[in-house]
């Protein structure tokens, strides 16, 4: 990146000028034309883009598990999370040690990044937590070990069902995606049986879509009625990504996004 290699230039320049006397206007002047790239390079830098985003994150864990499933018989399903979780750390080493370009990364995109980071680790502690694996730890990758978490096998093994994969779930949100925008939830919504019962609704969309189990649903149905409250954003079936996604399917369908607005500008 040419931004950071003209900081790097510019900190040796400067060193070697602050141990001459009589440089200090100079050597001012330099460490304002440094803050100077500082300040653009967090400017004009992604920051996200330099980090696996949410979305990329959870398309690449359906990808990762079924590159394993292509290798062996049977995926165990926790240990491939804890591998996950390991991952995840590796990858957040550079920015918590501020190596590299993080060291000059500013207060407000820092946090937005180790935002973004810990949302991948309460996903990956959610699903270890589906497969019957409970962790227990910090919240926050800031700061924080792999040591310092633990984990804890909480599951019955007496009559224990296949766990859902990645590709399942992804899939499962995908098609309550298309439903959201084509009004059928909010449809469903108006039986009173249904209205403020995401369980019922849940397993009347399971007949529907076979899809999942009759409780894969709940927790995407909760997710979008919550909003920003929710727990569990990443399990919004109207995500960005989401979204974007059902609308294109439904163009190649022949139905287009501003046709569907005329109806339901919220979707």
């Known amino acids: ?3 950071l290699e003209k900081i790097k230039e510019l900190e040796k320049d400067l060193a070697t000028w602050e141990n001459f006397e009589g440089a200090t206007e100079l050597v ?3 460490k304002e034309e440094l803050e100077n790239l500082i300040s653009e390079l967090n400017t004009k830098t ?3 883009d330099l980090i696996e985003s949410f979305d990329s994150f959870q398309e690449n864990l359906v990808v990762r598990q079924e590159n394993i499933e292509h290798k062996i018989d049977s995926i165990n399903m926790s240990e491939f999370f804890k591998s996950e979780f390991t991952r995840l750390f590796d990858s957040c080493k550079p920015i918590v040690s501020k190596n590299e370009i993080w060291e000059y990364c500013s207060d407000e995109n ?3 990044v180790i935002g973004c980071q810990n949302s991948k680790l309460e996903y990956i502690k959610e699903c270890l937590l589906e497969n019957g694996i409970e962790t227990h730890g910090p919240k926050s990758l800031l700061d924080a070990k792999i ?3 633990r984990f804890f096998d909480v599951k019955n093994n ?3 069902t296949e766990s859902i994969t990645e590709s399942e779930k992804r899939n499962a949100k995908l098609k309550l995606a298309l439903m959201y925008k084509l009004g059928i939830i909010d449809h469903l919504r108006t039986f009173g049986s249904l209205k403020n019962n995401d369980r019922a609704l849940s397993r009347l969309l399971h007949v529907l879509l076979e899809v999942g189990k009759p409780d894969t649903m709940q ?3 909760s997710a979008e009625r919550s909003g920003k409250e929710s727990l569990v954003p990443q399990n919004n079936p109207l995500s960005s990504k989401l979204k974007q996604n059902a609308e294109q399917i439904l163009e190649r369908k022949g139905l ?3 046709e569907i607005k005329k109806y339901y500008p919220n979707m």
């Open 1 to 3: 990146m040419k931004r």
């Open 256 to 258: 287009t996004n501003d």
């Open 219 to 221: 927790t995407y149905l």
């Open 110 to 112: 820092f946090n937005l």
């Open 46 to 48: 992604n920051w996200l």
């Open 158 to 160: 007496v009559g224990t």
């Open 28 to 30: 001012s002047k330099k």
């Open 147 to 149: 040591s310092d978490y």
